[in-house]
């Protein structure tokens, strides 16, 4: 079935560059997500980048999308102690109702 | 502006005790789902509904059943409570099901003892 893969754990200084990554298997994705969690909360949509683009910019935030690899990453720039949060990435495809969710990664910004 | 909201945001269950987590949305949207969120594995969806009247299996809806009461709500029932559903749950809802924000509840943290 479809898979969606990131990694754990992110550990960052106030000010650095965050990268999070993450894979995926549905060579029919059409929209690829990120969403944010912040502790105690809901998910809240960061942004999203449709399959047939390859980056997206809004603020501080820099999506990269490279299809043929199946691999997508969340730039922040300048990240700040309030960017600390659970960071998931998610796909959707016209023939599955629902979003497929990856692992989340954890981002600890250290001040 | 409410968006979704669920209730309890916390229970604590015995073993084989029943209940029903409540989802309602006032957002219009037609999709609505439950998802549950365990450390390490993401969320996996249990049940959802495309529509109003309609309910469709997610990936892990086992010990889990849904009712669509109407366009704005949509359940989530425990029969028999075990352990292994001891998890943060969490409701959504979009336009439609695909190429659309899904937005989040607050979620309900369950604890089966």
Redesign the interface.
């Known amino acids: 079935g479809e898979d969606v893969e990131q990694s754990l754990f992110l550990s960052v200084r106030e000010g650095d560059s965050s990268v999070i990554n993450c894979t995926y298997t549905d060579s029919s994705s059409t929209y690829l997500y990120w969403y944010k969690q912040e502790p105690g909360a809901g998910l809240q949509l960061l942004t999203y980048i449709f399959s047939n683009m390859d980056m997206k910019q809004d603020q501080r935030l820099t999506v990269l999308l490279n299809k043929k690899d199946k691999h997508l990453s969340l730039r922040i720039a300048d990240t700040q102690t309030g960017d600390s949060a659970i960071y998931f990435c998610a796909e959707s495809s016209a023939g599955r109702r629902a979003l497929t969710f990856g692992s989340g990664t954890r981002l600890q910004v250290q001040p | 502006n409410a968006g979704?909201t669920q209730t309890p945001k916390f229970q604590v269950l015995k073993t084989g005790q029943s209940m029903t987590l409540q989802c309602a949305q006032d957002m219009n949207h037609n999709?609505m789902?439950w998802?549950r969120q365990d450390p390490?594995?993401?969320?996996?969806?249990i049940y959802?509904s495309?529509s109003e009247g309609t309910t469709?299996k997610?990936e892990v809806p086992n010990g889990y059943n849904v009712s669509r009461l109407n366009k704005r709500e949509f359940s989530l029932r425990l029969e028999s409570a075990a352990p292994s559903q001891t998890s943060v749950y969490?409701c959504?809802s979009s336009e439609t099901?695909?190429?659309w924000?899904?937005?989040?509840?607050?979620?309900t943290r369950l604890t089966v003892v």
Request: net charge negative.
């Open positions: 979704v999709s789902y998802y390490g594995m993401g969320l996996r969806l959802y495309a469709d997610g969490f959504a099901g695909t190429g924000e899904a937005f989040f509840g607050q979620g």
